[in-house]
C-alpha cells in the first residue's frame, strides 16, 4: 500500500478534493495529473470546504516558497476537517497529523502510469481554452549559479516519444486544440526536443503546438527546418529566457551560452518565421552587476525586438554559489528598481 492509498483510506465516502498549484507549468501539469489521479480513485473535485487540498509548491524564490508554506499554514487553520498533501519543490518544515508531505520523485513515481495525460475534467485556465500541458521533462542538473531547483529535483526523467503520441492523439479526441510542451529543463529531455516536435507535427492531428518556455540550447537546425515548414502548426511566439545579455554576468550564472550565441540563434530564428513574436526572462541585479552589464542587456533585447520581457529581481538562495556571491557584491535594492524599470521600458 503506498503513501497515497493510505491517505485516501482516511477520506469519507465521495470525498472531494481541490488542487491549488505555485510556480511553473510543469507544476500546473502535474496538479493537473493529479487530479486526474484523484478522480480516478473515486474522488471529485470541488472548492468549497473540500474533505482533500493538494498543494504543489513552489522555491525558485524566496518569495515563492514562503507563499507556499504561508498557504499551506492558512489551510491548516482554515480547515481543521481537511487532509492536506504538500508536494513541490519548497522545503517544508510544517508538522502536522493532517498534513502530508510527498516528494518530488513520490509523486513523480505516482503518476507515471497517466504518461502526462490528463481529461477535461480537469477544469482549469487552459482547459476552457482547450490548451494541453503536455510535460516531458523533469529534473535538472545544469545547476546554475542561482538556482536551487537541481537540489530539490536532482533526476532526469523523460516521457518516451512513443507515450507522448498517444497521449496527444488522446488529447485531440478529448477536443484539445493546442498542445503546450513544457519541462524542468527541455534541453535535458533524453530523446531531443525537435525529435519529438518533428512526431508531433507529423503523427498526431494536434492543431497547434506551442512551448511553455523554450531553452536556447533546444534551437538546433532540425528545429529551424521545423519551425520554418511546419509555420502554421507551431504558436507565432516562442518564449526564450536568457537571463541576462552581458557575457561577465552569463559567465557568473553558470549559463551554457554567450552573448554572441544568444545572437546567432535567435537572429536564425527570425530569419525563417516572418513577424515571429519573442519573449524572455531577464534577472536583474545578480551579484556585481554593473550599469555596463545592464546597459550589455539592454543593447541585446533591443537588437533582438522581445515583444514580452519578464524581469526577475535576483532571489539569494541559500547553498548555491550566487548565495555567497551576493554576500561579497550585492546589487542595491533601488538599482534594481531602476533597472527593471528600464527593461520593461523596452516593451511597454
Request: aromatic share 8%; with cysteine.
Amino acid at each position: 500500500m503506498n503513501k497515497l492509498t493510505r491517505i485516501l483510506n482516511r477520506l469519507p465516502p465521495h470525498a472531494t478534493f481541490e488542487t491549488i498549484t505555485f510556480g511553473c507549468r510543469v507544476n500546473a501539469a502535474e496538479s493537473h495529473q493529479f487530479s486526474q489521479l484523484l478522480i480516478d480513485n473515486g474522488l471529485y473535485p470541488c472548492c468549497n470546504n473540500p474533505n482533500l487540498f493538494i498543494i504543489n509548491t513552489c522555491a525558485i524564490t524566496q518569495k515563492g516558497e514562503y507563499e507556499s508554506t504561508a498557504k499551506i499554514r492558512h489551510l491548516l487553520d482554515l480547515h481543521p476537517q481537511s487532509l492536506i498533501i504538500a508536494t513541490g519543490c519548497a522545503s517544508l518544515k510544517i508538522k502536522h497529523p493532517r498534513l502530508f508531505v510527498l516528494s518530488n520523485t513520490e509523486k513523480e513515481a505516482l503518476l507515471d502510469a497517466l504518461n502526462s495525460s490528463y481529461s477535461p475534467e480537469i477544469t482549469d485556465k487552459y482547459t476552457h481554452s482547450h490548451r494541453f500541458l503536455l510535460k516531458i521533462q523533469s529534473g535538472c542538473t545544469a545547476n546554475c549559479s542561482y538556482c536551487v531547483v537541481p537540489t530539490r529535483r536532482s533526476y532526469l526523467k523523460s516521457l518516451p516519444i512513443d507515450k507522448a503520441i498517444i497521449t496527444v492523439n488522446k488529447a485531440v479526441e478529448n477536443g484539445y486544440k493546442e498542445v503546450i510542451i513544457t519541462g524542468v529543463n527541455l534541453a535535458q529531455y533524453t530523446p531531443g526536443l525537435s525529435n519529438l516536435l518533428e512526431a508531433l507535427l507529423t503523427q498526431t492531428q494536434i492543431p497547434l503546438i506551442s512551448f511553455g518556455s523554450l531553452p536556447l540550447l533546444c534551437i538546433d537546425d532540425k528545429f529551424l527546418f521545423l519551425i520554418k515548414n511546419f509555420k502554421l502548426k507551431i504558436k507565432n511566439f516562442l518564449h526564450i529566457p536568457i537571463q541576462s545579455g552581458s557575457d561577465r554576468i552569463l559567465k557568473l550564472m553558470s549559463r551554457p551560452y554567450t552573448q554572441k550565441d544568444i545572437l546567432f540563434k535567435i537572429k536564425n530564428l527570425k530569419l525563417k518565421i516572418k513577424h515571429l513574436k519573442l519573449g524572455t526572462d531577464i534577472i536583474i541585479g545578480f551579484p556585481s552587476e554593473t550599469e555596463d552589464d545592464l546597459q550589455e542587456t539592454l543593447n541585446l533585447c533591443k537588437s533582438l525586438s522581445f515583444t514580452k520581457i519578464h524581469t526577475f529581481r535576483f532571489s539569494p538562495r541559500p547553498g548555491t554559489p550566487a548565495w555567497d556571491l551576493n554576500q561579497k557584491f550585492p546589487v542595491k535594492p533601488s538599482d534594481i528598481n531602476s533597472r527593471s524599470r528600464l527593461l520593461r521600458k523596452l516593451v511597454s
